[in-house]
């Protein structure tokens, strides 16, 4: 797959497990992809939430895609976004938000995900040789 | 949830992500859950796969598991070598057979006795509330 369709792929199964280190263990939860696209994969949460403080303490995160046979990682380095008016697009997209007050937006936490993806399909195997960078 | 019902939810939902940590990287990737009991789970692979590796490095692991809710379930992934139980993995998963019927050293087999941690949208717990959890 080349890098325009990943981006196609993620963003038609923009649900991923994100994964992040919590000191020396393992931690992943489901995490909807906001974007994917030129500019990388954005993602949100909240700043009170040990996923946003894990991603700030070690960025080195990957998440994982998968549908239909199809899997894909991408990995790479977690950049916090302070970005307000993509904070406010992320809102105004997501109607449980709701109102939000200029300290709701200081909570709310945007990170961007520049990395590289490896497929994976049970004929083919791993393609963990040959990243593709997004 | 009771341990009963997060074990049922687990059977229900057997695919899950997997969790790993790599040189202070994290790692995550599709793995199928074998059996969910009071034992524990039971997750395979191959011996030569990286995945292998960063569990035998670190066994501080979390699998994720989405249905109608989230279940996340940590502990530390134990390695075990019963033969029994991988010959019933490649009899009851026939596209192991031509890579594992009599090489079964180069099958992996973990069993993770965890504690679990559920999540639904409308739980409405503030963002970074405590989490509870259901010893499996």
């Known amino acids: 797959m080349d890098k325009n369709e990943i981006l196609s792929f993620i963003t038609t199964n923009n649900i991923g497990y994100l994964a992040t280190l919590d000191g020396k263990a393992a931690r992943v939860r489901a995490m909807d992809t906001f974007r994917a696209d030129e500019n990388g994969l954005i993602f949100y949460t909240d700043k009170a939430k040990n996923v946003s403080k894990q991603m700030l303490n070690s960025p080195e995160i990957e998440v994982c895609y998968y549908s239909q046979g199809l899997q894909v990682r991408v990995r790479g380095k977690a950049v916090p976004d302070e970005d307000i008016n993509l904070k406010k697009e992320i809102v105004a997209a997501r109607p449980f938000y709701g109102e939000m007050t200029d300290e709701d937006y200081k909570s709310m936490a945007v990170f961007r995900l520049k990395g590289k993806a490896t497929t994976w399909t049970m004929e083919s195997g791993d393609s963990t040789s040959s990243f593709v960078e997004l | ?136």
């Open chain 2, 1 to 136: 949830m009771e341990k009963e019902e997060v074990l049922a939810f687990i059977v229900k939902h057997p695919m899950c992500c997997l969790g790993t940590i790599e040189d202070d990287k994290a790692r995550v990737r599709g793995m199928e859950t074998f059996r969910a009991d009071e034992k524990g789970l039971i997750f395979y692979t191959a011996k030569v796969k990286d995945v292998y590796k960063q569990i035998a490095k670190n066994p501080e692991v979390e699998v994720c598991y989405i249905g109608d809710i989230q279940v996340r379930v940590r502990g530390k992934m134990e390695i075990i070598e019963d033969l029994a139980l991988k010959k019933e993995i490649v009899e009851k998963r026939p596209f192991l057979k031509p890579i594992f019927e009599n090489k079964y050293e180069g099958l992996a087999v973990f069993r993770l006795k965890g504690k679990a941690t559920t999540w639904s949208g409308n739980q409405g717990t503030k963002p970074g509330a405590p989490k509870t959890f259901i010893g499996l």
